[in-house]
């Protein structure tokens, strides 16, 4: 059998320790700007949770002109119409403002686009939310993003100790908090599918860190009188390799379904590979680091090795 | 770790075999899975609208509009008893959810009462000291009333629905006041739509011969009366709009209607032919004697779909609805009233219709990306673990198969996000190979045996495979909780990737480095 490509042929030794300073400046600065992104820019809602209506539609007669459609779809006095190509340039999106009024106004708006429309369009794809699905679908949202929080702090500190837990859920609410960033930064539309990939990326998340967590605990309990600095880098450099294949292996799928996944799947992959990346990071510099600070309890150390600790960290 | 009994290899073997053995059957197109033979898996997994193209519609049924209604119908009732028993009162209406007034003598309040308890025992009344007074329906009724709607209304829209001829819609209810309609394959969903939305309240009012249309648009309704817009003419769409004042009070229902057929007149125009049951044919008999000459208004969802002079008295129980119509909406017009009138109205909270194109569409991006997906992967683990990775790919294999086999046995339902699900969960399922892998390659290194490292890199990523993969878990169970259509096809496919990669990580890859480990006794771990 040929032999495997192995990348790392040794366990390295990167002082992951000395840079954590650094990287709990770069967390601190990138939540903090995503919360101002969030305050000042918004999200980019899709109909799911802003009410509205979708239509994708597909010209019969040669490519749209977007132009004289605008102008069609203005004059029906629906409040604001988005209009943009869809993919070939045959195929439009139009976007309605949630109607004012119950939800039958919604449904009273698209059938007076399609009255307008008539013919020379074919309707592949119609959506509609009226106010009143709209909202609950925010409430169902926000509830399953603050449950799936609390419930993976649970678990973790129902597996490991409380300290853990805690570093578990600021490396998770940083990852949420950060993608929820980058839709602003992105304008992605943000909708039941992309809330759906914060979801997934939670998920990754934590999966990450309990890989490392693990692998530290098995240290602590191996080498009682090990200071902490070295303890976190040893984990952390033993686990690299791994680390670094996992997130190959799904960015990889995750990549195929950005290129080949279509305009639909579009804010959930790209929400994906965002994931799958500072879902890394924040387990390396933000869980670890953190156990530091927030010492799990074991038996005595040395005063030496605490203040051998503290020298490093310096 | 290292050895296995000899049943758990049956049984590890066996789940492999079912699980290839019920995805073959995704493989082939409908039509032909339909000719196999009884005894041979069939099962196919069911696919989602926005797969399979289709109309998914949330309807809510308004009660508000019922309860106005009746509300309406006993302010009327109340009109007439005031006045009869000489009850003097002022400021008599419906005001939101109760009927407002005052009494002019309050020592008359409880023959009041009397009168409204002999309207309908589930009044309730309370009455003020200045004689202000109000009525309102009990909660209780209401509720009940409102279940008997909801279950009224979802046998009315099966019964239209069966009437078009769509194939494998699925009605249910949602919660206290909503249905959900899907209905798979449409291609012409508005039809559908306008006949399930409509109400088809069919009634038969006098046409109050002494009122002003022009005075009633201007707010100046006679009491007992209310105006009426006329339906527009689907054939003549520009006309102006008509107007009517009738008198509030039904003569005869759509109730009492037994059969209605789309027919053509003695002018060849479409007409509808209708036919009352015994109730019906004596009420409509006693309104036309009494009125001959008079207008009589044919009124459909609160329009006026015809209003022709009385000519004599109909006794026979059946007669003919001329109007504008179309062939079609004569159609249409028959099979609502053959299907029976919704007691509430019913709006739409959510659609989403995808058009079978995209559908079709979706399905082949959502396979490519699986497919390319899952093929990068297969290749990485080849090139970085060589044999072993081999055996990662294998029990990879299986574990597509019996998550295809799980999804096409439990009838779960397939979205495109389900697809990017099962690309996801490909992805993530090495990850519990990786970390075995690379644990052994740490106890090689460290200086262990072979067999104490195979064992050693086995045991030791037990654990940290089942926590990660839990908490993947905790993220897919929530999402199916609260999730709806789409999102919930991606927690399934999320949540059943993550059990059944557990099962292959864990047993299937053992299985065969056990087996690699037990044939050829290697030196060395090629890893």
């Known amino acids: 059998m040929f032999r495997p490509l192995i990348i790392i042929k040794r366990i390295p030794n990167i002082d992951f320790m000395r840079l954590h300073k650094l990287g709990f400046a770069l967390s601190l600065v990138m939540t903090l700007g995503s919360v101002v992104l969030f305050g000042v820019r918004g999200l980019n809602y899709g109909i799911d949770f802003s009410g509205g209506t979708i239509i994708e539609a597909r010209t019969l007669t040669g490519p749209a002109d977007l132009a004289k459609m605008r102008a069609d779809l203005d004059s029906l006095n629906l409040g604001a119409v988005q209009l943009q190509s869809f993919g070939a340039p045959n195929e439009v999106l139009i976007r309605l403002q949630r109607q004012p009024g119950s939800d039958a106004a919604q449904e009273r708006a698209v059938a007076t ?155 959930f992959s790209i929400a994906m590979l965002w994931g799958i990346v500072v879902g890394t990071y924040s387990s390396l510099f933000i869980a ?27 | 770790m290292l050895y296995f009994q000899t049943w758990k290899v049956m049984l590890i073997l066996a789940v492999c075999a079912l699980g290839v053995i019920f995805t ?43 309860e106005k209604d009746e509300l309406n119908n006993v302010l009327d009732e109340l009109r007439t008893q005031f006045l009869d028993q000489k009850i003097g009162y002022t400021g008599l209406a419906v005001d939101g959810n109760h009927i407002a007034f005052v009494l002019r003598d309050r020592a008359r309040a409880s023959d009041m009462r009397a009168i409204v308890q002999k309207i309908d025992p589930d009044l309730q009344v309370t009455v003020g000291d200045g004689g202000a007074a109000a009525i309102t329906q009990d909660p209780a009724a209401l509720d009940a009333r409102r279940a008997t709607a909801v279950n009224q209304s979802i046998e009315i829209v099966r019964r239209r629905i069966d009437e078009t001829g769509t194939k494998e819609a699925t009605i249910q209810r949602v919660g206290d006041d909503r249905i959900l309609v899907e209905l798979p394959g449409i291609s012409d969903p508005d039809r559908v739509k306008a006949l399930i939305g409509k109400t088809a309240k069919m009634t038969f009012q006098l046409v109050d011969p002494n009122a002003s249309v022009d005075e009633a648009r ?8 209310e105006l009426l817009q006329g339906a527009p003419d689907p054939r003549n769409p520009t006309a102006a709009q008509t107007y009517y004042v009738v008198h509030r009070r039904v003569m005869v229902s759509g109730d009492t209607l037994t059969d209605a057929q789309p027919t053509f007149n003695n002018t060849n125009e479409p007409v509808v032919s209708f036919k009352f049951n015994a109730i019906g044919a004596r009420r409509f008999a006693d309104a036309t004697r009494a009125n001959v000459g008079k207008p009589f208004a044919i009124v459909l969802d609160n329009k006026v779909i015809s ?23 004569a159609n249409d017009l028959a099979l609502l009233l053959r299907a029976g009138a919704l007691p509430a109205p019913l709006t739409i909270l959510e659609e989403r219709t995808v058009g079978p194109d995209l559908g079709a569409d979706s399905i082949h991006a959502g396979a490519l990306a699986c497919i390319v997906g899952i093929a990068l992967v297969v290749v990485f683990m080849v090139v970085f673990y060589g044999l072993f990775g081999i055996f990662a790919d294998i029990a990879l294999f299986f574990n597509l198969c019996i998550m295809m086999a799980a999804l096409s046995l439990l009838g779960a339902t397939l979205t495109l996000p389900g ?28 200086g262990r045996s072979i067999i104490s490292s195979l064992q050693a890199g086995f045991e030791r990523a037990f654990g940290t495979i089942v926590d990660s993969h839990v908490t993947t878990l905790v993220a897919g169970a929530l999402m199916f909780w609260l999730g709806e259509g789409p999102i919930k096809g991606f927690a399934v496919t999320l949540s059943l990737g993550v059990l059944t990669s557990l099962f292959s990580a864990i047993l299937v890859t053992r299985l065969l480095v056990v087996t690699w480990l037990r044939r050829t006794k290697p030196k060395l771990v090629p890893i």
């Open chain 2, 307 to 329: 209003a022709p002079v009385i000519q004599e008295a109909i006794i026979g129980g059946s007669g003919i609805i001329e109007g504008s119509f179309t062939v079609q909406s």
């Open chain 1, 113 to 267: 686009v399609k009255d307008k429309l008539g013919k020379t369009v074919e309707y592949r794809r119609v959506e509609v939310v009226g106010p009143t699905v709209g909202h609950e679908l925010i409430r169902a949202g926000v509830m399953a993003t603050v449950l799936a929080l609390v419930a993976i702090m649970i678990y973790v500190w129902f597996r490991f100790e409380w300290q853990f837990g805690v570093g578990a859920m600021m490396s998770t609410l940083h990852d949420t908090i950060t993608t929820i960033g980058l839709f602003s930064l992105l304008q992605i539309e943000f909708n039941l599918t992309t809330l759906a990939a914060i979801l997934t990326i939670a998920g990754y998340s934590i999966n990450d860190t309990v890989v490392i967590y693990d692998r530290v605990r098995e240290t602590m309990r191996r080498h009682r009188s090990m200071d902490f600095v070295t303890l976190i880098n040893k984990s952390l450099n033993e686990t690299l390799s791994r680390t670094i294949l996992t997130v190959t292996t799904v960015a990889l799928a995750v990549l195929s379904l950005l290129v080949f996944g279509g305009e639909v799947l579009r804010g």
């Open chain 2, 24 to 66: 073959v059957p995704n493989l082939f197109s409908e039509a032909s899975v339909l000719r196999w033979p009884d005894w041979v898996p069939k099962k196919q997994v069911s696919l989602g609208l926005d797969l399979r193209g289709g109309s998914y519609l949330l309807y809510q049924v308004d009660m508000s509009s019922v």
């Open chain 2, 419 to 446: 697809i990017a699900g099962i690309a996801l969960t490909m992805g993530m399922a090495v990850d519990a190979n990786v970390l075995i892998y690379e644990r052994i390659r740490e106890e090689l290194r460290g």
């Open chain 1, 288 to 314: 670890a680091p953190l156990l530091f600070y927030i010492r799990p309890k074991r038996s005595a150390r040395g005063v030496e090795a605490a203040a051998a600790e503290a020298e490093k960290v310096r």
């Open chain 2, 218 to 225: 201007r707010g100046r309704v006679p009491p007992g009366d």
